[in-house]
């Protein structure tokens, strides 16, 4: 086991890290909206059971919170470009659930996915415009 110094030194690292990736994310949003985007078909293209029937647990919660995720950070990140990049999120669900139903062979196609991804988008919208005025303005100074 090392020394006191030593850990306290990774700690110093670590925070460092942190502060710099934190400051970094808030001032470059793109970079955060990016992240997300390319996380997301891993999400949505995991292999997972089919589930029977169509209840709203927690798949379907899945899909309302990342679209939520998408619209805001893209709402954020493209300030100009609000209407396009809302219509490019809108279009991104059923491209979601055709590659889920006829490219993979152990996803299906979801009406209700796609619902929910939309339900996300719309909430994403409400989100930024409560607070999306207050995130520009701290980040603009």
Not at 33 to 52: D, K
Not at 107 to 114: H, I, T, V
Request: with cysteine; glycine share 8%.
């Amino acid at each position: 086991m090392g020394c006191p110094e030593d850990w306290l030194a990774y700690y110093n690292t670590f925070q460092n890290i942190f502060k710099f990736s934190y400051n970094d994310l808030m001032n470059h949003p793109k970079i955060l909206f990016w992240s997300v985007f390319i996380v997301s078909p891993i999400l949505f293209f995991a292999p997972m059971p089919a589930t029977v029937g169509s209840g709203l647990g927690l798949d379907k919660l899945a899909h309302i919170l990342i679209f939520m995720a998408l619209e805001t950070l893209v709402l954020w990140s493209y300030p100009l470009k609000k209407s396009f990049s809302t219509v490019a999120i809108i279009f991104y669900a059923p491209i979601v659930e055709v590659i889920q139903g006829y490219l993979l062979t152990y996803r299906s196609f979801g009406w209700y996915d796609m619902l929910a991804g939309w339900a996300g988008v719309v909430l994403g919208v409400c989100f930024f415009a409560s607070f999306g005025d207050h995130v520009n303005k701290k980040n603009s100074i």
